[in-house]
């Protein structure tokens, strides 16, 4: 909804400095479309700090976004990256800082301490699961590959079992090393490991489903209710 060359946003809870905004608009009149403070230090309890990091850790191995150390939530953007953002990104699912990250533009980076705050927060962990999920899968194609990967193991292991099968039976072997072989249990472990992998690929797969049956509906991602 912003006019200007450039715009930010600002949280409500006290925990983004008010001079790293400063620092943003500083280098924005450099000549730099896009300006990221992130976080040297946080200090949320070692719990959240533990997810937040690792969050921030697979997002960097396994997707095509490369978060700053200690992660980002604001950022400053020149018009042209706004102008995208509004005309090219449905915002359903993922994030604003996911896609200015991802859009290819050079950020500059400024780092800051974030300071401790005594008000509750509302950023719920259920927000945060959801957002973690939303945003991996929308900048990811690991998971479809990891199904591939996993594939392609079984079915070789598969083989390769056929193939002592066969050899035990035509042997009449009833054991390998000392070990006996009865048949029901065989059975029931592979049924029991393949049903496991089939569930986990499909679970995947509707992940990356239901995404795209979300953007298909073309639902706004906010409603405007007055506009000035």
């Not at 400063?22 to 280098?27: L, P, S, T």
């Not at 509004?86 to 996911?98: A, C, D």
């Not at 679970?203 to 906010?222: L, M, T």
Request: charged share 20%; proline share 5%; with cysteine.
């Amino acid at each position: 909804m912003c006019h200007g060359s450039c715009a930010t946003s600002m949280p409500d809870d006290g925990q983004q400095p008010v001079e790293t905004y400063v620092q943003m608009y500083r280098q924005w009149e450099k000549g730099n479309k896009l300006v990221v403070p992130y976080r040297m230090s946080r200090n949320d309890g070692i719990i959240k700090d533990m997810f937040s990091k690792t969050y921030y850790k697979l997002m960097n191995a396994f997707s095509v976004v490369n978060y700053p150390p200690g992660g980002c939530d604001v950022f400053l953007a020149d018009r042209e990256l706004i102008d995208i953002l509004v005309e090219r990104i449905h915002p359903i699912n993922t994030s604003s800082t996911v896609e200015v990250l991802r859009l290819g533009f050079d950020p500059v980076f400024i780092p800051f301490h974030r300071p401790k705050v005594k008000t509750k927060s509302r950023w719920t962990f259920r927000k945060k699961l959801k957002q973690a999920t939303d945003s991996f899968f929308t900048s990811s194609n690991f998971p479809i590959k990891l199904i591939s990967y996993l594939g392609g193991i079984t079915s070789l292991f598969s083989g390769l079992l056929i193939i002592l099968t066969i050899i035990f039976k035509l042997l009449e072997l009833d054991s390998f090393a000392g070990i006996s072989i009865p048949g029901w249990t065989t059975t029931v472990i592979l049924i029991s490991m393949f049903s496991g992998l089939i569930l986990l690929s499909l679970g995947i797969i509707a992940e990356y489903i239901w995404r795209i049956y979300e953007e298909v509906k073309d639902r706004p991602g906010y409603i405007i209710k007055k506009k000035k």
